[in-house]
């Protein structure tokens, strides 16, 4: 259990970090992440700005949750991986903030961190849900983008994400997947 200076919430967050990133392969960030928290005694911003975010986002808030966030980086806070997917999920499930939460993942994915399955599948999702051509289209070129990127899916872990979603969403996002690897 990582030690914090407040008690309950925060620290069931920071553990929950924690062991998302270490769970996604960012083990450097989860090792400076824990140090942070260790040699301070106290909460890395990082931490409390997630927490804003990820309160937003549970209230529906989306705007307020993107507002949020770009306080965050006005502040000179760097997001680790952890907060750009909760904030990339949280974006994704709004039709109107399908474009933000592709900027943030291609922006995440130029900052060197790796998307997790449920992450680069809450994008891929969203381009699936309108079941329209041009959706399809942005999609498939986005899908192209992270793979130019270096960004390599994988179709077992999208698989995991998407079950028990509608048929037609899942066959949808498999389209989008496929055709461009």
Same mark, same amino acid.
């Given at each position: =259990?990582?030690?914090?200076?407040?008690?309950?919430?925060?620290?069931? @967050?920071? /553990?929950? !970090? +924690?062991?998302?990133l270490v769970e996604d392969g960012n083990v450097n960030e989860a090792f400076e992440f824990y140090n942070?928290?260790? &040699?301070? %005694?106290?909460?890395?911003?990082?931490?409390?700005?997630?927490?804003?975010?990820?309160? +937003? *986002?549970?209230?529906?808030?989306? #705007?307020?949750?993107? &507002?949020? +966030? @770009?306080? =965050?980086?006005?502040?000179?806070?760097?997001?680790? $991986? +952890?907060?750009?997917?909760? *904030?990339?999920? %949280?974006? $994704?499930? &709004?039709?109107?903030?399908?474009?933000?939460?592709?900027?943030?993942?291609?922006? !995440? !994915?130029? #900052?060197?961190? #790796?998307? /997790?399955?449920?992450?680069?599948?809450?994008?891929? &999702?969203?381009?699936?849900?309108?079941? /329209?051509?041009?959706a399809e289209e942005e999609g498939k070129e986005f899908v192209q983008v992270m793979i130019d990127k %270096?960004?390599?899916? /994988?179709?077992?872990? !999208? =698989?995991?994400? *998407?079950?028990?979603?509608?048929? $037609?969403?899942? #066959?949808?996002?498999?389209? @989008?997947?496929? @055709?461009?690897?």
């Amino acid at each position: =259990m990582l030690k914090c200076s407040s008690d309950g919430t925060q620290k069931k @967050l920071a /553990n929950k !970090m +924690y062991n998302a990133l270490v769970e996604d392969g960012n083990v450097n960030e989860a090792f400076e992440f824990y140090n942070t928290i260790q &040699e301070t %005694g106290t909460e890395p911003l990082i931490l409390i700005h997630t927490s804003v975010i990820k309160t +937003y *986002l549970e209230f529906g808030k989306t #705007r307020g949750a993107l &507002e949020a +966030y @770009l306080a =965050m980086l006005a502040a000179g806070v760097a997001p680790n $991986s +952890y907060t750009c997917t909760v *904030l990339i999920k %949280g974006l $994704s499930a &709004e039709p109107n903030f399908l474009g933000d939460a592709k900027k943030f993942l291609l922006e !995440m !994915m130029d #900052r060197g961190k #790796r998307p /997790n399955a449920a992450t680069f599948t809450a994008v891929i &999702e969203g381009f699936a849900k309108p079941e /329209n051509k041009a959706a399809e289209e942005e999609g498939k070129e986005f899908v192209q983008v992270m793979i130019d990127k %270096g960004f390599v899916p /994988n179709a077992k872990a !999208m =698989m995991d994400v *998407l079950k028990g979603r509608p048929t $037609s969403v899942i #066959r949808s996002a498999l389209v @989008l997947f496929t @055709l461009k690897q």
